[in-house]
Nanobody, 127 residues
Framework: QVQLVESGGGSVQAGGSLRLSCVVSGYIYSRYCMAWFRQAPGKEREGVAIIYNGGDSTYYADSVKGRFTISQDKAKNTVYLRMNNLKPEDTAMYYC????????????????????WGQGTQVTVSS
């Protein structure tokens, strides 16, 4: 019943910035993780950034640390991904996803653990 809708993708030059948004509708569990995944041609889907709605704890892939920031606005039922200093290797389809958290509040990083997905938004970075 949970529905996720992404927006904000586009084409930018290297060094530019984008902000992705994911609007969540439907029932949201009290212990829930929201994540941004990406998948480029020929590569596995990877977790880019993850946030826990119970305490705002976050996870970032090493490749985006210091450049990307995940945040949430619970009043607007929206999760954001601010992407700064974009690089050509960031080019991918970006997906918003949700899953129940572990009992200790930690979030899984593998895409197999996420059962709710958005439709994806394309990010293309040119050099």
């Amino acid at each position: 019943q949970v529905q996720l809708v992404e927006s904000g993708g586009g084409s930018v030059q290297a060094g530019g910035s984008l902000r992705l948004s994911c609007v969540v509708s439907g029932y949201i569990y009290s212990r829930y993780c929201m994540a941004w995944f990406r998948q480029a041609p020929g590569k596995e889907r990877e977790g880019v950034a993850i946030i826990y709605n119970g305490g705002d704890s976050t996870y970032y892939a090493d490749s985006v640390k210091g450049r990307f920031t995940i945040s949430q606005d619970k009043a607007k039922n929206t999760v954001y991904l601010r992407m700064n200093n974009l690089k050509p290797e960031d080019t991918a389809m970006y997906y918003c996803a949700g899953a129940l958290a572990q009992i200790d509040g930690q979030c899984y990083t593998g895409y197999d653990r996420y059962n709710n997905w958005g439709q994806g938004t394309q990010v293309t970075v040119s050099s």
